[in-house]
């Protein structure tokens, strides 16, 4: 479906880039595009994910690290956030690469994060990729509210003293806060934190790209 409809999509992303570049408010714009072009569901969030004003755009690239800057820094990790990116590209299935060159899913699961047989691995993966990064400290944030995310938080704990990751796996009732605010890096490819974190590195979108998965959209 998403390839039958990809020129219209692709159209719809370039009205709502000239929109939001003048300012229009983001909620309005998108429902407005969406509606115009007569897009679903999944079409709608595939634009609210991909498609970001110039400055905006401008201002994350500017506050974005590199891999090889996390060595010896403290850092944060929206848990679900990177997790769910992760398991998508386990799973085969799209994701999304914005204009801020951030990798995002579009399941739309995270309050309805379900722990898996896929949970694991991906947590296997991401920590596999932050020993190589060797930073100083690590701290993990899962949101406290979704179901099991104690449970989640204690395997993630077990697994980087497995990796010989240094750190911590924590609950957060406000998760995008307590990421935004405990380390000198966040990583993370939620706009809010993007928004007003310090320094951000994309480490799903990172290892994604490095396996050369190939099912990215990006309008």
């Known amino acids: 479906m ?18 939001l570049d003048r300012g229009y408010n983001r909620e309005g714009a998108l429902n407005f595009v969406a509606s115009h072009h007569r897009l679903d569901k999944t079409h709608k969030l595939i634009l609210l994910r991909s498609v970001f004003s110039n400055k905006e755009v401008k201002e994350r690239r500017r506050k974005t690290a590199s891999f090889e800057e996390l060595r010896g820094k403290n850092i944060s990790v929206d848990g679900y956030n990177v997790l769910i990116v992760l398991e998508t590209m386990l799973k085969n299935e799209l994701l999304v690469e914005g204009d801020d060159g951030y990798i995002r899913d579009i399941s739309g699961v995270h309050g309805k994060y379900k722990v898996t047989g896929l949970t694991t691995k991906a947590l ?7 020993k190589e990064a060797r930073p100083r400290v690590v701290l993990i944030f899962f949101d406290r509210p979704v179901s099991k995310s104690g449970e989640l938080a204690g395997v993630t704990r077990q697994l980087m003293e497995k990796y010989g990751v240094e750190g ?22 939620d706009s809010v934190i993007l928004q007003k974190a310090r320094k951000c590195f994309d480490i799903a979108g990172h290892i994604v790209k ?4 190939e099912k990215i959209l990006k309008l």
């Open 168 to 189: 911590d796996s924590l609950t957060a009732s406000q998760t995008d806060n307590a990421v935004i605010s405990a380390g000198e890096i966040a990583l993370t490819s």
């Open 2 to 19: 998403l390839e039958l409809n990809k020129e219209r999509l692709e159209k719809a992303a370039e009205e709502f880039r000239y929109l």
């Open 210 to 213: 490095k396996e050369g998965y």
């Open 124 to 130: 296997n993966v991401l920590l596999e990729e932050l």
